[in-house]
């Protein structure tokens, strides 16, 4: 079956120790999304890419960064993780255009310790 | 600004049926998108409106009315397995979806 993939499910990971999440698909969908989404929230876009053409939004914080090496991977990279950014991390994939709906990965739990 | 407005929580009975409102200012409009949300799972897709009127599918219809920047998520028959967040995310003019935080619907039996 197509769909997005995401490892691992869960991460454990040391306050400031850089780690990387990594998402896959099999959709060969063109734009691929970061979201950041805590307890209770609205998912918070991180980046988005147009086919490898990047879009970081304005306020993500240059501690999160993204690296699309082709069509079916992308990576979040934190840099220096704080207690903070402890959270579920969604990729998410689409076609591009209005009607075109975000298929989501499992998502990765973020445990900062 | 951009905005969305749902209500955090809402209980219904199992057989019963749920209304849940959302309201949004966007800049731009590209349509709107309601999604499904398990406790710790992610968001799966039920409806997108771009026009006036009720699009039903099943037993979820889902209604928008541009003018007034209001749409609604009715759902029928409820069963157990509806518990569950349920988000409003319009799209802006940059083709950028903005969701609500969601309401998080208890289907009591």
Not at chain 2, 28 to 50: D, K, M, R
Not at chain 2, 100 to 108: D, E, H, N, S, V
Request: aromatic share 14%.
């Amino acid at each position: 079956d197509a769909m997005v993939i995401q490892n691992p499910r869960y991460q454990v990971t040391q306050f400031g120790k850089p780690v990387t999440l990594s998402c896959s698909q099999t959709l060969n969908h063109n734009v691929m999304y970061w979201y950041q989404q805590k307890s209770s929230q609205a998912p918070k876009l991180l980046f988005h890419y147009y086919d490898k053409d990047f879009n970081n939004e304005a306020d993500t914080p240059d501690n999160f960064q993204s690296r699309r090496p082709n069509t079916s991977f992308c990576f979040l990279d934190i840099r220096s993780p704080g207690l903070g950014d402890a959270a579920m991390y969604l990729c998410a994939t689409s076609r591009p255009g209005a009607s075109s709906e975000q298929y989501f990965g499992p998502g990765t739990r973020l445990t900062v310790t | 600004g951009q905005n969305i407005d749902q209500p955090t929580e809402m209980t219904a009975t199992e057989g019963a049926i749920v209304q849940i409102n959302c309201t949004y200012q966007t800049s731009g409009f590209n349509g709107l998108f309601w999604y499904q949300q398990h406790a710790g799972e992610a968001p799966t897709f039920l409806s997108y409106n771009v026009l006036d009127g009720l699009e039903e599918k099943g037993r979820f219809s889902s209604f928008l009315s541009r003018s007034k920047g209001y749409s609604y998520l009715l759902l029928k028959e409820l069963q157990m397995k509806d518990s569950a967040s349920y988000l409003c995310a319009p799209m802006d003019s940059n083709y950028q979806l903005i969701w609500g935080a969601g309401t998080k619907l208890i289907i009591k039996p």
